[in-house]
């Protein structure tokens, strides 16, 4: 504590910086160590950086609309943005895709953040403290496990009726973490009768401590992927609300396009209807293949055995450059 004392504010600041970006980078290379781990992250870091540079696109409002253009198949004229071809206002599908993206990941990361958050609180809460608090949250959890979720999702949509992407995500998120808790739950059990956390009680730690520093580590990855997949049921819990007609259209819900395309064109029959659902459906693949493959390669960034290999491999490399 004194040594770190003596060290000047900014050079502890620099150092945590380096040891932070140090980290990063062995978590990058942990991650494209497989084919399916750079598969998995080069997927997802294009998916997110396309729907943070949406605003650098022009938004597919009113004034792109044309009837006339209505589910003209892919085409570069009257220009290069119609090289999707257009939905049922005749807007560029190209920017119904990119801004959609970035709909679409609010909405995911809302749902996400919320099912990761009380999923493991409440299960961390249950596992680790046991008696009656265990009995009564196991109950509710699995009460919860028995109610159907869309059937929820439905009777909120149309209380609500909104598309707003806060609201989405609320809806989504606050039903679906009982799953989530009760693995935690399961986890946390089998945790905290294990030697090393019994020798943490032993010298006096808390159970917030001990919690963060002992069984947080063990069940981290598969919170990571959980996180991963809820992105993904927000991506098609808010598609399948709008292909309903329960939330108000917009073109940039994939799901309101797809709904006309079937009502309106009968894809499936028609082509101007079934080209711009295999669009979409091919775009959700490549996303939803990118996201599970990212949530898998997952795994390996939290093993310590394999972040020591690839920093001993870093190490040497950087003695032999020398």
Partial sequence: MRVESAIPLGRRVVNRVVDFLHQLYVSIVIFTSTGQGKVG?????????LAIAAPLFPYPGPKWSNVALQFIPPST????WYILGTDYLGIPLLLDIIWGLRYFLEIGAIAGILQVAIGTFLGLLAGYLGGFTDKALNFTFNLL???????????????FRSGNP???????????????ARSIRAAALSA???????ASRLLGLNSLSIIANDIMPAITPYIVMNFMLSIVGGFYGAMGLAFLGLIPYSNINWGAIMGNAFYQEAAIFSPTGTIP???LIVVQTIILMGFVYFANASVYVFDPKRRREVEIKLASKRRASR
């Fill in 41 to 49: 992250f080069g997927l997802t870091v294009f998916v997110v950086a």
């Fill in 77 to 80: 004229k009257p220009s290069l």
């Fill in 145 to 159: 496990l028995t109610i159907p979720t869309f059937a929820l999702w439905l009777i909120l949509a149309v209380i």
């Fill in 166 to 180: 806060v609201i989405l995500g609320f809806i989504l998120g606050i039903l679906s973490w009982a799953g989530l």
């Fill in 192 to 198: 905290k009768n294990r030697d090393y956390v019994e």
């Fill in 277 to 279: 659902v295999v669009i």
